[in-house]
């Protein structure tokens, strides 16, 4: 028997597959969006107005059910359609909650 195929006896048996994705979907708790104060998001309009593409940035924003954690470069603002991309992730403004330089 060659090698490889001696290997691949060896190699660990998934009889449910994506059975491990599921049980890690039901562990996630989900969040209600936070809405912000008018102080809160003349604030945020203030932050935006200010970043521009290469800044360095974190930001804090809600997507699907969780507030998830970014940073990177921004590599695109569209200010029209009213998002940003943080690397590859695109963020509507609306969903945004934090953004630290």
């Known amino acids: 028997?060659?090698?490889?195929?001696?290997?691949?006896?060896?190699?660990?048996?998934?009889?449910?597959?994506?059975?491990?994705?599921?049980l890690l979907e039901k562990e996630r708790i989900e969040v209600?969006?936070?809405?912000?104060?008018?102080?809160?998001?003349?604030?945020l309009d203030y932050q935006l107005s200010l970043l521009k593409v290469?800044?360095?940035v974190t930001v804090i924003y809600y997507?699907?059910?969780a507030y998830l954690k970014?940073?990177?470069?921004?590599?695109?603002?569209?200010k029209d359609a009213r998002y940003l991309t943080v690397v590859t992730t695109d963020i509507s403004f609306d969903n945004i909650r934090e953004i630290q330089f």
């Open 70 to 78: 970014k940073t990177g470069l921004i590599s695109r603002i569209r």
């Open 1 to 22: 028997m060659p090698r490889a195929d001696r290997a691949s006896q060896f190699m660990p048996f998934a009889a449910l597959k994506g059975f491990e994705e599921a």
């Open 54 to 56: 290469g800044d360095m």
């Open 32 to 43: 209600e969006k936070v809405l912000l104060s008018e102080e809160a998001l003349d604030f």
């Open 63 to 65: 997507d699907c059910g």
